[in-house]
C-alpha cells in the first residue's frame, strides 16, 4: 500500500520509534496514534496504513504470557525485579498483568516444544518478548511519556501463586491539565494479582525498587523535574483508561479512580490530622469480602452443573476493543438485567448497546480493588459469545452489592429475580447465596426474599429455604401467597419471638382463607381467638367481610362476641361485632351474633338506636331486632320508616287509610324521617303524599332542612325544591342561592333574590355563575345589583375564570368592563394575571390577560401571595414539565420575555428577594434563568427558600419537607445536579459557592450534591464545586441538616466518602440539633453497608454528643430492617466494650 500524503518510506523510520512507545508502551489505539502523529509532526498516515505496517505487532500468544510469568517468578527467586518488552517496548502493567491471569490456573493449549523455545530464548535484546532487569532511576525517566513497568520481589505472593505489578505511567501527551501543578503527579495503575490463597487480602507497597534500596522513587513529567515522591502521593492523581477504553472521549478528571492504598495519612498534604488507616481504608469492606469469596469458591461453583461454564477471562485488547465496543451488543437476557440495575433500561430503544458506556457507569458506583478490575468482570457479563450460565457468580455478586447498599429500587430487583425465574437460575441464586457468606450476600438475601414475595415465587423462597435460608421476618408476608404447606414450614420453623410476632396476623389470614387447620395449629401453640392487629379482631375482620363461615369458626373457639374493635384499619373508634353487622345489612350474621349473646343495647348508629336505624335503612334487620323484642317494649309493635315511605309512595288515599290505623304508634319524628328518606331515595311520589298529609317541610328534628338537602345534594331530583317551596319550605336559608347555580333554573334564582339574599352569598353565587359556565344565572345576579369586581372568596369572579380557564366566562366579564388589575386579596388572593399563569391553560390565558393590559408587576398578597414572575416559575413551567406533550417550551420561554418586557420584575416591590429564579432551577429550564439573571433586572441571588421557622414543630416541617429543601439558587442548582445552572450563578460577582446553609432543613451547594445519588452528573457537580473552593468542613444546620460526608454517607456514595475523608472530612462531625444524624447513624439507617464498614474503618464512634456509641445506629439499622448491618455494629461494639484496639476493622 502506497503511503498517504507525508507519510512516505523515510517518514515510516524517522517515526517508528515514537509510534511503537505510543502503540505498545502507552497502549493508545490506532486511533489516537493516528491523531497524535498528525497534530505533533503532521504525520498524515491513515489508521488503515497504521494496521496494515505494524499487523499483529501488539498481539501476545499464550506461550509468550506463560513465558513471561515463569521468567517474573524466577527472576523474584533470584531477588530480581522484572520488566517485560515486547519489540523493545516495556509492556503497560495492566495488560501484563491480564494477560497473566488469564494463563494462571489453566492447562496449557500449546505444544511443549512450543513452550520450550520460548522458555530458553537467550538473546532478549533481538527477541520479540523479553523481561529484563528494571533500568535505574535517572534512565527510567529519561524519555517524557513513557510508562514503565517494575515488578519487584518484594510483591511476589508468599505462595508463589501470583504477582502483584505496578505500574506507573507519566501523564498523557494530549492532555492539557498536564501542565497544572496539581497534576505533577504521574498517573498510577495498580493490579494486584487474584490468587484462592490469603494473599488475596495482602496490601501491597508502592515501588520497593528491586536492588536500588529506595523507595518513594520520584517521578518525572513531560518538561518537569520530579516534584513528588509517593509516599506522599495525593489524591491528585489521574488514573489512565484501561485498554479498549475510547481514548478520545476520556476525561482523567472525570475518571472514578481506586486510591485507598496509595494514600497516607492526609496531614502531609492536607494539614489535617485525621488518624486514618489510609492504606487500609476499603480492605475489608464487604463487598470486597464478597469478592474474595467468590475468587476462592469459583471451582465450586463451575463443578456444579447449573454453574458449568468457561470461567476465564474474555480480556479486550486495544486491537478488537473498537469491534466490541462498536459493533457487538450483549444478549437481550443481560442487556436488560444490567440496564435495569443501572436504573435505566440500556439498549431498549433497539440501538446497539455500548460496552465500555455500560463499564463506566459501573465505575462510577462501585469499588475496585485494583483498577481495571471491574472491567475485566463486566467484560465477562457482557460477552455475547458466552453463556449466561458462565457469569452467573459474577453477575449475583455485583448484584448482591447494589442489593445491600439500597441502591435498587424494588421494581429493579424484581425485574432481576423475574428474570432469574425465567432462566431457571433459581438454584444457582440459592447456592451463591449459601456459600457467600459475608454481610453483602447477607443483605442481599433479605432482599431477594421481599422481591420473591412481590413477584409471588413460592419457588424462590422454597429453594432459599432448601439452601439454610431463614424467613422468621416475613412469616406474615409468605402466607399472603397462599401457600399452606409454604406457610407452615416456615412458621413452624421461626424462632419463638418471631412467632409470636408474626402469630396474630398468620392467624387472621389462616381464618378469612377458611384454613382452619393451620389457624387451629396456631390456636394449640397460644394464639388467642381474640388477638387484635392494629385494634381489630379476628371476629370482627369476619363480620365486617360477611363471613358466616369464618364468624362460627371464631365463636366456637371462644371469641367474645361482645368485645370492641376497629371497623377498619383506618376508623377512629371501636364498636362490636354486632353494629357492623347490622351496619353492612349482613341478616344471617346478625342472627348469628344475636342467638350466641350479642347485646343490641351496645349498638348506636349515628346516635340512634339499632331497632330505629334499622327501620330506615334495612327492613330485615328491623326485623330480626322486632322479634327478639320483649312484647312489653313500646318498640315491638313499631312501623319501619321503610315501609312508613313505601306505603306513601302508593299515594295520598293509602297512606292516610294506613295512618289512620297506626296513628297510635307512629311519631311526627317518624314522619320527618320519612320525608328525609323520601329525598335520600328520590322518591317524589312518597314527598308529595307526606306532604299532603301534613308533614312540615320546616322539619323540627332532623339536623338539615328538606330544602336545603336536596340543593346540596347535586344528584337529587330538582322536583323536589318546587315541591318544598310550595308547601312553604322556609327560603332562603344560607347556601340556597349558591345550591342553585347550574341547575339552569333562572326564575327559582329570581325568586330568592326576591327573597332577600345576603351581599356576601350573592357575591359568592356570582363567581360559581360565571366560572361554571352558567352565564344566565350570572347575568341574573348581575342585574340584583352585584359589583362585578367585589372578591366572593379571596377571589374576584375573574381571577376565579382565569384559574379555571374558563373563557366563555373570562370574555363575558371583560366585556362588562370587570377590572382585569383589580388588587389581590391579602390573605393568598391573586390578580387575574398572577391566577391565569397558575391555572389549567396559563400560556393562553396569560397572553390574553396581557392583551388586555394586565399589569405584570402588580404586587403579590400580603399573605401567600405570588409575583406573576413567580407563578410562571412555580406553576407555568411545573405544568410545561409534566405536559411537555401539550406545551411547547418555545412558547413558554416566548411567555417569560414578554412578562420581562411588560414590566415584570425579578425581584419583589421594594427590592424584596424572590422565589422566581429558585423554580427555573428547579424546574431545569436554564434558559429562562438566563432571562432571569439580566445585569438589567439586577436579580438579588442569595435568597433562601422555602423559609421555615427553627421553632416550627416537626410535623410541619416533615410535611413541608416533602415538597422542597430549604435553598439559595446556588444551593438548588447544586441539589439539581445542573451545572449549567451553577456555571451561570457562579459568574455572578455576589455569588459565594459556600453560602451558609439555613437553619432549617438548610443545605450548603457541596452538601445538597454530596446527598444525591451517585452518578456521573453528580460527580461533575462535586469537582465543579471543589474547584471553586467548596467546603466540605461546613456544619449542619440546626434542624434537619447534614454535613458533605453526612450526605455522602446517607447516599451510600462510596467514592465521594473517601474522596471528603481524604480531604479531611471529619467522620465523627456533630449532626443537627434536631433530626440529624452522624454519618455513620445515616448510612445505617440507610442500608449502606459497604459505607457504614467506611466510616468504621475512618474511625467513626457513633453517637459521640450523647455518649451512646454506636447504639442508635444500631436501633436506625434495625428499625429500618437493615440487619446485615445491625450485626456488623453489634460486633463492632462488642470488641469495642471488650476494650480492642483499632479502627474498626473486621475482616470476619
Same mark, same amino acid.
Given at each position: ?368 480493588? +485494583? ?70 450476600? +447477607? ?187 320483649? =312484647? ?19 299515594? +295520598? ?43 312540615? =317541610? ?35 336559608? =344560607? ?123 402588580? =404586587? ?289
Amino acid at each position: 500500500m502506497p503511503p498517504g500524503p507525508g507519510a512516505n518510506a523515510l517518514d515510516w523510520q524517522k517515526h517508528e520509534n515514537e509510534i511503537l512507545d505510543l502503540f505498545i508502551s502507552q497502549n493508545k489505539s490506532w486511533a489516537n496514534v493516528t491523531k497524535h502523529m498528525s497534530e505533533k509532526h503532521g504525520f498524515n498516515a491513515t489508521e488503515r496504513q497504521y494496521k496494515h505496517r505494524f499487523r499483529g505487532l501488539k498481539n501476545v500468544k499464550e506461550h509468550e504470557w506463560r513465558y513471561i510469568d515463569s521468567e517474573i517468578q524466577r527472576r523474584a527467586a533470584l531477588g530480581k525485579g522484572s520488566l517485560p518488552y515486547l519489540y523493545d517496548r516495556p509492556l503497560p502493567a495492566s495488560r501484563v498483568n491480564r494477560g497473566i491471569l488469564r494463563v494462571q490456573g489453566t492447562e496449557s493449549r500449546v505444544t511443549k516444544s512450543k513452550a520450550a523455545r520460548a522458555i530458553h530464548r537467550n538473546d532478549h535484546r533481538g527477541a520479540r518478548i523479553s523481561v529484563r532487569t528494571p533500568p535505574p532511576p535517572s534512565e527510567a525517566h529519561g524519555r517524557a511519556g513513557l510508562g514503565r513497568t517494575f515488578i519487584s520481589p518484594a510483591r511476589m505472593s508468599p505462595s508463589g501463586g501470583g504477582n502483584a505489578i505496578i505500574a506507573y505511567q507519566n501523564p498523557r501527551l494530549d492532555d492539557p491539565s498536564s501542565g497544572h501543578p496539581s497534576n505533577h503527579v504521574s498517573s498510577l495503575e495498580r493490579q494486584a494479582s487474584r490468587t484462592s490463597t490469603s494473599s488475596q487480602s495482602e496490601r501491597y507497597r508502592l515501588f520497593e525498587m528491586a536492588g536500588s534500596g529506595a523507595q518513594g522513587v520520584g517521578l518525572a513529567t513531560a518538561g518537569f523535574e520530579p516534584q513528588v515522591a509517593l509516599d506522599t502521593i495525593t489524591t491528585q492523581l489521574q488514573l489512565s483508561p484501561s485498554p479498549g477504553a475510547n481514548m478520545a472521549d476520556f476525561n482523567p478528571h472525570a475518571m472514578d479512580m481506586d486510591i485507598s492504598s496509595f494514600i497516607q495519612s492526609p496531614s502531609a498534604v492536607f494539614g489535617c490530622s485525621n488518624n486514618i488507616d489510609w492504606e487500609n481504608l476499603m480492605v475489608n469492606i464487604p463487598w470486597f469480602r464478597s469478592l474474595s469469596e467468590v475468587e476462592q469458591k469459583e471451582p465450586i461453583f463451575s463443578s456444579r452443573s447449573d454453574f458449568q461454564s468457561r470461567n476465564q477471562f474474555r480480556v479486550t485488547t486495544a486491537a478488537t476493543a473498537t469491534a466490541v465496543t462498536a459493533s457487538s451488543a450483549p444478549s437481550a437476557a443481560r442487556d436488560r438485567v444490567l440496564g435495569w440495575l443501572l436504573g435505566s433500561a440500556i439498549g431498549s430503544s433497539g440501538a446497539s448497546v455500548v460496552v465500555d458506556d455500560i463499564i463506566l457507569q459501573y465505575q462510577k458506583v462501585i469499588p475496585e480493588r +485494583q483498577f481495571g478490575e471491574l472491567r475485566e468482570r463486566l467484560q465477562q457479563i457482557l460477552d455475547p459469545s458466552l453463556p449466561i450460565s458462565a457469569t452467573l457468580p459474577w453477575l449475583f455478586a455485583i448484584t448482591a452489592f447494589f442489593a445491600s447498599n439500597e441502591h435498587l429500587e424494588r421494581r429493579q430487583i424484581d425485574v432481576f429475580l423475574t428474570w432469574i425465574v425465567e432462566q431457571n437460575h433459581v438454584s444457582s441464586l440459592a447456592r451463591f447465596l449459601q456459600e457467600i457468606e459475608t454481610p453483602t450476600t +447477607q443483605a442481599f438475601l433479605a432482599t431477594v426474599l421481599n422481591s420473591a414475595i412481590r413477584i409471588r415465587s413460592t419457588e424462590v423462597i422454597s429453594e432459599l429455604l432448601s439452601h439454610g435460608a431463614r424467613c422468621d421476618d416475613m412469616i406474615e408476608a409468605i402466607a399472603s401467597l397462599n401457600d399452606d404447606g409454604l406457610t407452615e414450614r416456615v412458621s413452624m420453623a421461626a424462632a419463638p419471638d418471631k412467632f409470636a410476632t408474626a402469630a396474630t396476623a398468620l392467624f387472621r389470614r389462616a381464618v378469612a382463607q377458611h384454613n382452619f387447620r393451620l389457624a387451629q395449629s396456631l390456636l394449640d401453640r397460644g394464639v388467642t381467638p381474640d388477638a387484635r392487629l392494629d385494634d381489630q379482631t379476628a371476629l370482627m375482620r369476619a363480620v365486617v367481610a360477611k363471613d358466616i363461615t369464618a364468624a362460627r369458626f371464631l365463636v366456637q373457639a371462644g371469641a367474645d362476641v361482645n368485645a370492641l374493635s376497629k371497623e377498619y384499619d383506618y376508623s377512629y373508634m371501636s364498636i362490636p361485632p354486632l353494629q357492623a353487622a347490622i351496619v353492612g345489612e349482613a341478616v344471617e350474621i346478625t342472627e348469628f351474633l344475636l342467638d350466641h349473646g350479642a347485646h343490641p343495647s351496645m349498638v348506636s348508629i349515628d346516635g340512634s338506636p339499632a331497632l330505629h336505624w334499622a327501620s330506615l335503612y334495612c327492613k330485615d334487620i328491623w326485623l330480626v331486632l322486632q322479634r327478639r323484642l320483649d =312484647p312489653d317494649d313500646p318498640d315491638h309493635d313499631a312501623t319501619p320508616i321503610g315501609d312508613l315511605l313505601d306505603v306513601a309512595a302508593r299515594g +295520598q288515599f293509602a297512606f292516610e287509610k294506613f295512618m289512620s290505623r297506626r296513628r297510635a304508634t307512629i311519631t311526627t319524628r317518624d314522619l320527618e324521617n320519612a320525608l328525609d328518606l323520601s329525598i335520600e331515595t328520590d322518591c317524589v311520589d312518597g314527598a308529595i303524599a307526606l306532604l299532603q298529609y301534613g308533614v312540615n =317541610p320546616n322539619t323540627s328534628f332532623l339536623e338539615t332542612q328538606p330544602l336545603t338537602r336536596v340543593l346540596e345534594q347535586r344528584s337529587a331530583d330538582f322536583r323536589f325544591v318546587e315541591l318544598l317551596l310550595e308547601y312553604g319550605a322556609e327560603f332562603p336559608l =344560607p347556601g340556597h342561592l349558591v345550591g342553585l347555580i347550574g341547575r339552569r333554573r333562572p326564575n327559582l334564582v329570581r325568586k330568592f333574590l326576591a327573597a332577600g339574599v345576603d351581599e356576601r352569598e350573592r357575591t359568592e353565587a356570582f363567581t360559581d355563575a360565571v366560572s361554571s359556565g352558567d352565564l344566565v344565572s350570572a347575568e341574573i345576579i348581575l342585574e340584583s345589583g352585584v359589583d362585578i369586581d367585589t372578591a366572593g372568596f379571596r377571589h374576584t369572579a375573574l381571577q376565579e375564570c382565569t384559574t379555571t380557564g374558563g373563557e366563555a366566562g373570562v370574555f363575558f366579564l371583560l366585556d362588562r368592563n370587570a377590572n382585569i388589575n383589580a388588587p389581590a386579596h391579602a390573605n393568598g388572593g391573586m390578580t387575574a394575571l398572577q391566577a391565569a399563569l397558575r391555572g389549567r391553560n396559563p400560556v393562553k390565558m396569560a397572553n390574553l390577560m396581557l392583551d388586555h393590559g394586565a399589569d405584570a408587576s402588580a =404586587p403579590p398578597a400580603l399573605l401567600y401571595g405570588t409575583t406573576a414572575l413567580e407563578a410562571f416559575c412555580e406553576y407555568t413551567l411545573r405544568l410545561a414539565e409534566t405536559r411537555p406533550q401539550t406545551m411547547d417550551p418555545h412558547e413558554t420561554l416566548k411567555l417569560c420575555q414578554r412578562l420581562l418586557s411588560a414590566g415584570a420584575t425579578v425581584n419583589r416591590p421594594n427590592e424584596q428577594p424572590s422565589w422566581a429564579i429558585h423554580h427555573a432551577i428547579r424546574h431545569d429550564r436554564t434558559d429562562v434563568l438566563a432571562l432571569l439573571l439580566e445585569e438589567r433586572h439586577n436579580a438579588i441571588t442569595n435568597h433562601v427558600w422555602p423559609e421555615y421557622g427553627v421553632e416550627e414543630r416537626w410535623g410541619e416541617v416533615a410535611s413541608a419537607r416533602l415538597k422542597t429543601e430549604a435553598l439559595t439558587p446556588i444551593q438548588r442548582a447544586a441539589f439539581r445536579l445542573n451545572l449549567e445552572a451553577l456555571e451561570m450563578l457562579l459568574s455572578r460577582e455576589d455569588s459565594s459557592v459556600n453560602e451558609p446553609a439555613a437553619h432549617n432543613l438548610g443545605r450548603t451547594a457541596l452538601q445538597a450534591a454530596a446527598c444525591k445519588r451517585p452518578s456521573p452528573k453528580k460527580a461533575a457537580m462535586v469537582d465543579l464545586l471543589l474547584s471553586r473552593g467548596a467546603d466540605i468542613h461546613a456544619k449542619a444546620g440546626l434542624i434537619s441538616g447534614i454535613t458533605a460526608l453526612q450526605g455522602a454517607a446517607i447516599a451510600g456514595d462510596l467514592k465521594l466518602a473517601e474522596r471528603f475523608l481524604s480531604l479531611g472530612a471529619d467522620v465523627n462531625a456533630p449532626p443537627s440539633y434536631r433530626q440529624g444524624r452522624y454519618a455513620i447513624e445515616g448510612a445505617a439507617e440507610h442500608g449502606r453497608l459497604d459505607m457504614v464498614q467506611l466510616l468504621l474503618n475512618a474511625g467513626a464512634k457513633g453517637n459521640v454528643r450523647g455518649g451512646t456509641g454506636l447504639a442508635d445506629a444500631i436501633r436506625l439499622a434495625s428499625g429500618e430492617g437493615h440487619f446485615a448491618i445491625a450485626n456488623l455494629l453489634r460486633a463492632e461494639q462488642q470488641r469495642r466494650d471488650l476494650g480492642e484496639t483499632g479502627w474498626g476493622m473486621h475482616m470476619g
